[in-house]
């Protein structure tokens, strides 16, 4: 039988995994208005997901003293993984293309390398909050809540992101709901078993290097194909950090 403090856990992380619907609100929306708009927010998410690695995640792990040579190699080794990862899509969207001429789907590979990616880090939160529920409920309905508002900007940059690769607006909501599930999984990981801080800081390292690759090597180039608006990207890139960076102020 769960304690309280299981059960507010329990709550806590299905209201996060529930804020990856939040692109809900789009479904309204004319077509050719979400086309305008959906490059502004790929350019937020590559913010949003740079200002997580620098403001947020890098910094937490030098606070608890794991920032050392493993941990950078995690990182690095997360980074090839990707590598890998998208280079096999790469060739076997390529190759299934080659075979089938009338194929009218064409996905983009930085869907999966950011639903991927942004599975890991929703499974450090709901690592984060479990562990935080056991040691102290007001400390973990804290941290639920700063994990809220950290997930608002970022899954409407990755909603953003799954329509600019090609999903349509229902399949994007149902890809990036299963993505934040993660969060659930990791809150009864946490509660069925504990977790350590250096456990933590393994998924904090795979987490930092999905999210320096997704933004660098897939968002980054996307938007610099279009040569004609510089500002607007900008500030929407700036905008992805800022976000981030207010966050500290509830942190």
């Known amino acids: 039988m769960m304690n309280q403090a299981s059960i507010y856990a329990i709550i806590s992380v299905i209201v996060v995994s529930l804020i990856s619907l939040i692109g809900l609100f789009t479904l309204s929306i004319k077509e050719y208005f979400t086309k305008r708009v959906v490059t502004f927010l790929v350019a937020f998410s590559a ?6 690695v620098f403001i947020h ?3 937490e792990l030098a606070e608890t003293g794991f920032l050392n040579l493993e941990i950078s190699l995690y990182i690095l080794g997360a980074i090839v993984l990707f590598f890998i990862l998208e280079r096999y899509i790469h060739w ?3 190759h299934n293309n080659e075979h089938d001429e009338d194929c009218s789907e064409h996905i983009h590979p930085v869907a999966y390398t950011i639903l991927l990616g942004d599975g890991f880090h929703n499974l450090i939160d709901g690592l984060i909050i479990g562990g935080a529920f056991l040691l102290d409920i007001k400390l973990g309905v ?3 809540v700063a994990v809220i508002l950290h997930e608002i900007p ?4 990755d909603f953003g992101v799954l329509l600019y690769a090609g999903f349509s ?6 890809y ?3 993505s934040a ?3 659930v999984l990791g809150t009864i990981i946490a509660l069925a078993i504990g977790t350590t801080d250096k456990t933590l800081a393994i998924l904090a390292a795979l987490a930092i290097g999905s999210f320096i690759y997704i933004a660098t090597a897939d968002l980054i180039p996307e938007i610099h194909k279009d040569k004609k608006r510089t500002v607007p990207y900008l500030f929407s890139f700036l905008s992805g950090i800022g976000i981030m960076a207010l966050l500290l102020l509830i942190d």
């Open 176 to 178: 990036n709901f299963l």
């Open 181 to 183: 599930l993660a969060a």
């Open 92 to 94: 076997h969207h390529h």
């Open 169 to 174: 607006k229902t399949r994007a909501l149902f």
């Open 47 to 52: 913010g949003a997901l740079l200002g997580d």
């Open 57 to 59: 995640l890098l910094p």
């Open 142 to 144: 804290a941290t639920a």
């Open 154 to 157: 970022q899954e409407i940059g």
